[in-house]
């Protein structure tokens, strides 16, 4: 469904770059927040949990990393429902206070060693309070920075949305590299300096709350809520089915790639491909940057193609590389090859990424939108994007893991199944209501 021009547009051009970057800063912080736990993992699983094999240590950090995702589709209805009735700024205020308590939290909290099943019971109310926040966290997110964005231009800036997630993503990577490499022995990483980053990413939720201050509401938002009769809620948006499956389905396979090219692929580096674990950095947070800044080229791109062309681009070539180029990267000794194919990968996703958000945004109606968006992508992602990494060690455990590259090919062929036979055939069908 069409998002329109608002009828009574106020902001100057000023004033709505400052509102986009204060609603995308909050989400460079909240995705930096949830990735530290990924990319320290290696460095704090022993800390957490008994001692064992690396494997073992990792399968249990990545149950814990899967089990914060069952509170994003909470955080996602919560966080939605508070966007639609109360405004995306506020939403978007509470969901990064709360990603910060969840930071502090696990900055401060004793190991294993120390309090025993206390510290991965604590370890695990931490994730889940940061699952909280990230699934209220997207809906807004991508409601806001469609609405608030030029009709014309809403490709490009919505892919912002991914610039300032990848963006988090990097930022933990920067952290760790500079921890590893200027700041901290492997002995100092590996014993207490894991806990700073966690307490940076606190510090910096905070600084973030204090600049959503002066976030203008969406017009769009402010409009809808003159008419006492625009009331969103869960049964209005049971009355889009279609809208909703077109969510899941799109979600399926772009954060099954998204979360096996990013957030598993610096383990799956080190524990199939053989590298070191700073080599295996330094490869995952180059490649992350030419990713980042590739976003808005390819939003831009489908304000002058469309979106559908770009999401189809991401289902064909996802079905057809995906397990040769895991392959080779299993094979790929040399930390070149190994960027090379890493950042391959992360283009062909982005036909997914850049546009994800907008493209989602533009199915439902103002007053649904940020619960449209966020309860049936927080789902998906609880049951299979914070999985995946998960399921990938599982195999590997069994000794199956090419198993896993089909189980991605498979998960991106659903996405590309919903965008032949669901998603509208243009990006706007219908005026909004």
């Known amino acids: 469904m069409h998002i329109p021009p608002s009828p009574d547009v106020t902001l100057t051009t000023r004033q709505r770059i400052r509102s986009i970057v204060a609603g995308s800063s909050g ?36 149950a814990i990393f899967a089990i914060g995702f069952l509170m994003r589709p909470i955080g996602g209805w919560i966080m939605g429902l508070v966007a639609d009735r109360h405004g995306r700024r506020f939403a978007l205020s509470i969901s990064v206070l709360a990603m910060c308590a969840g930071s502090l939290t696990i900055a401060l909290c004793p190991g294993y060693d120390s309090i025993g099943i206390a510290a ?29 964005a030029p009709p014309a231009q809403r490709g490009f800036y919505a892919s912002f949305q991914y610039v300032t997630l990848v963006a988090g993503q990097l930022l933990a990577l920067v952290v760790l590299l500079l921890l590893q490499f200027v700041i901290l022995t492997p002995q100092q990483l590996g014993a207490w300096g894991w806990r700073v980053p966690f307490g940076i990413g606190a510090l910096l939720a905070l600084s973030v709350l204090w600049f959503r201050r002066g976030m203008a509401e969406s017009e769009q938002f402010r409009h809808a809520t003159r008419d006492p009769g625009a009331t969103g809620g869960l049964r209005v948006l049971l009355r889009h089915p279609r809208e909703v499956i077109s969510v899941c389905g799109l979600t399926l396979g772009g954060t099954v790639a998204f979360y096996t090219f990013t957030i598993y692929m610096q383990k799956y580096l080190v524990n199939t491909t053989g590298l070191s674990r700073e080599q295996s950095t330094v490869v995952s947070t180059t490649a992350l940057a030419i990713f980042a800044l590739a976003q808005p080229v390819f939003g831009a791109l489908s304000d002058r193609v469309g979106r559908r062309p770009l999401l189809l681009s991401f289902g064909v070539i996802g079905c057809i590389v995906t397990v040769p180029l895991m392959h080779a990267l299993g094979q790929a000794h040399s930390p070149r ?25 533009e199915l439902f109606p103002t007053r649904i939108r940020a619960l449209g968006v966020a309860l049936p992508y927080a789902l998906t992602v609880s049951i299979f994007g ?33 965008v032949l036979f669901l998603l509208p055939a243009r990006d706007s069908i219908t005026p909004d209501t």
């Open 27 to 62: 989400n460079l912080i909240e995705y930096y927040d949830w990735y530290v736990y990924a990319a320290f993992s290696l460095y704090f699983a022993h800390a957490f949990f008994p001692h064992g094999s690396q494997t073992a240590e990792l399968l249990r950090t990545a």
């Open 120 to 148: 991965p019971a604590i370890l695990l109310l931490a994730r889940l309070v940061q699952g909280l926040s990230l699934g209220g966290e997207y809906g807004a997110s991508a409601t806001y920075l469609s609405e608030i």
């Open 337 to 361: 090859m190994a960027l090379l194919l890493v950042v391959i990968a992360l283009l062909c996703i982005s036909g997914y990424t850049s546009i994800n958000a907008v493209v989602k945004a």
């Open 386 to 418: 914070g999985t995946a990494e998960y399921v990938a060690l599982w195999f590997k455990e069994a000794g199956h893991e090419e198993w896993f590259y089909w189980y991605v090919t498979g998960c991106i062929a659903c996405s590309l199944l919903t």
